[in-house]
């Protein structure tokens, strides 16, 4: 079945597990040079590198667990595939890091903002959140089924709800050490990136 995995969502799955296992086996020098640190922050050796440019795309290929690798992969390919055959690579490909770029940014406005010890942000969950934003106003009425518990909706309505429960997390601080703020980033971006393409038809970008 991953065989059958359109091309970029299979790359980018692939990549994502890559860097996990090079993640274990180097450690620390990943983190530091790869998460997303807060603008003018510090890494948690004394250095002075702190936040870089890269990190706005690098962050998202780094993972805290194997739990959470596992859900973002999971929903990548679950979501990506049926995406990415309807937009075509090059459109897909914009969508997923536009929304991984606008992640990281309301993330660096909100650390900015609330200021605090300085922690890296890691995942790919701002990507996938925007490709949860743009599977529900492309296939709104696609049942998608809750794992816990398991409870059948449309995908408009999952999505609307997992949205709201972010914002009521990010400014309630419960859940604390997910970046909330920053999947609403993504699913913001992809809205904002969908809204500039209803003029035109999907191409294949291919």
Do not use: C, K
């Amino acid at each position: 079945m991953f065989s059958a995995t359109p091309p970029i969502t299979r790359a980018l799955i692939i990549a994502n597990v890559a860097m996990f296992i090079l993640d274990l086996l180097v450690g620390d020098p990943l983190i530091l040079y790869l998460a997303l640190w807060p603008v003018g922050s510090m890494t948690m050796t004394g250095g002075s590198l702190g936040f870089q440019p890269w990190q706005v795309i690098t962050y998202s290929f780094l993972h805290g667990n194997l739990t959470h690798l596992f859900f973002n992969m999971f929903a990548l390919y679950m979501f990506g595939g049926d995406l990415e055959r309807l937009f075509g690579e090059r459109r897909y490909f914009n969508l997923y890091f536009v929304s991984v770029i606008s992640a990281a940014i309301v993330q660096l406005i909100f650390s900015a903002l609330a200021g605090g010890d300085p922690y890296p942000t890691v995942g790919a969950s701002g990507g996938v959140f925007g490709l949860l934003l743009a599977y529900a106003m492309y296939f709104p009425r696609r049942t998608l089924i809750l794992l816990f518990p398991p409870i059948p909706m449309p995908a408009w309505l999952f999505v609307l709800l997992y949205g709201l429960l972010e914002l009521f997390f990010g400014v309630t601080g419960t859940a604390a050490g997910v970046a909330h703020f920053a999947h609403l980033g993504g699913m913001l971006g992809a809205w904002l990136l969908i809204r500039s393409w209803r003029s035109r038809p999907p191409s294949s970008g291919r």
